[in-house]
């Protein structure tokens, strides 16, 4: 058995964290139908919204297990919140025009981008 190195697992970690306050902020914009101000244009609250915010957090959760099947389970939950947004934008719960486009193609992004961090770190997980 390896032993538990802190310093490597900080990384994910600090993407788990990330993982479950950006889940908790978007379900809360599916319930409010806004968040900080984040889109121009306030939404319809929805269930749906909060179902795949729901997803980021279960898998900044499953990230913290530290565990080569618990970041397999949290990149999945990850992947089906990205599923969501496309969902989301194509049902036109989420307007896709002028600035709430561009931010929701950066969560996009952002969400891939915590795929990728937790798929480099996989040697690294127990």
């Known amino acids: 058995m390896k032993p538990l190195n802190r310093a490597r697992h900080l ?3 600090i993407v788990a964290i990330f993982a479950i306050l950006a889940g908790i902020g978007e379900t809360i914009v599916g319930f409010t139908g806004n968040f900080f101000g984040i889109f121009s244009t306030p939404l319809t609250p929805s269930s749906s919204t909060s179902i795949f915010g729901s997803f980021y ?9 530290m565990r080569k099947c ?8 990850v992947a089906a919140e990205m599923l969501g947004r496309v969902h989301l934008v194509a049902t036109g719960i989420i307007p ?8 929701i193609i950066i969560g996009g992004v952002i969400a891939l981008a915590v795929i990728v961090y937790v798929s480099s770190q ?3 997980l127990n």
Not at 57 to 65: A, K, Q, V, W, Y
């Open 57 to 65: 957090i279960l898998g900044g959760l499953s990230f913290l297990t």
């Open 70 to 77: 618990g970041a397999a389970l949290g990149m999945i939950f």
């Open 96 to 103: 896709a025009s002028r600035d709430d486009a561009i931010k």
């Open 11 to 13: 990384g994910i970690t």
């Open 122 to 124: 996989w040697d690294n």
